[in-house]
């Protein structure tokens, strides 16, 4: 009787864990949060990227390693975390810049529990890049965006117009995967926003796809939903110098639960792949 009462007690306590979204062990052994984040109030804030070296973009990219708690995130107002999130983006001279400068950023609280941070996959100097919501649980154990089961969609649909991921470049607004895969705050937005602005600045792709809610909703400054502004380009703006063209389309998580969708999806993949085409015959 005692057994059957602990063991009920452990999937009371399972159960609480997996409704406040920890769901997967990130790492081999046990961490004791609670006490590292005492012990990093005594201790000096972490070093800033120094832009020196780094690792290259692409599907050999090194995942970044852990994340290790902060010394003064927790008592960070949130507008001086958004003006030191501008400042360290706007810092970043180059794209391996900018993601030293990412892993070394530690005002957003999401990569605390987060096993990696998911900076971008496939082709950098792409012509077209592929911005989607957030990592899920595989992307945040391979340290990779779009590689889990909505990840393989994305793949299918670049297939089907002739793309591929050394042909496209595939990032997320948000580099750390929210607990429990939950939707990111404004205020976690607003903090990786500059980032994100600054990596497109940087990628300089001459188009982007918008892939869901979230990201279209963020860089294009809008309230209309994916669904009444899907299929119609817009014009995205990352500084006042910057305007590219950008097609809002349906996320590859929302197709999969939604299936009968695509062929929504098959129209602006169409289209994205007409104005490549039309770009690079302008070029030629
Ligand atoms: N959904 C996203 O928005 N991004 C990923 O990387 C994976 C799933």
Redesign the pocket.
């Known amino acids: 009787m005692a057994g059957a009462g602990r063991s009920g007690e452990l999937a009371s306590i399972l159960h609480f864990y997996a409704e406040a979204g920890v769901d997967c062990a990130l790492n081999d052994t046990p961490n004791d949060l609670f006490r590292e984040s005492l012990q990093a109030k005594t201790r000096a804030p972490a070093p800033k990227a120094t832009g020196q070296g780094g690792s290259s973009t692409g599907r050999n990219a090194r995942p970044s390693p852990p994340a290790t708690p902060p010394a003064r995130s927790a008592t960070v107002p949130d507008e001086t975390a958004v003006d030191s999130a501008r400042q360290a983006a706007a810092g970043a001279k180059t794209i391996d810049e900018l993601r030293e400068v990412l892993a070394g950023f530690n005002d957003c609280n999401l990569r605390f529990g987060a096993k990696n941070t ?1 900076f971008a996959d496939g082709n950098p100097s792409a012509d077209v890049m592929f911005i ?5 649980r595989d ?1 945040d154990r391979q340290g990779l ?2 590689v ?1 089961r ?2 393989q969609l994305l793949d299918r649909m670049l297939q089907a117009i002739g793309l591929d991921r050394t042909t496209s470049y595939i990032t ?1 607004i948000i580099p750390w995967r929210p607990p429990g895969n939950r939707t990111p705050t404004p205020l976690e937005i607003e903090l990786c926003r500059p980032f994100v602005e600054r990596h497109v600045v940087l990628a300089a792709p001459k188009v982007v796809v918008l ?2 809610n979230v990201s279209t909703k963020t860089l294009l400054n809008t309230t209309r939903g994916i669904l009444s502004i899907r299929g119609t380009w817009s014009t995205y703006h990352p500084n006042s110098d910057t305007d590219i063209p950008a097609m809002p389309t349906l ?1 590859p ?1 929302y197709l999969l639960r939604n299936p009968v969708q695509k062929r929504l999806s098959w129209q602006d993949f169409l289209n994205v792949r007409i104005r490549l085409d039309s770009l690079a015959g302008e070029s030629d």
Request: no cysteine; charged share 10%; proline share 12%.
């Open positions: 998911v989607g919501e957030a990592p899920g992307e965006p779009f889990g909505a990840g997320n892939m869901g996320h998580a």
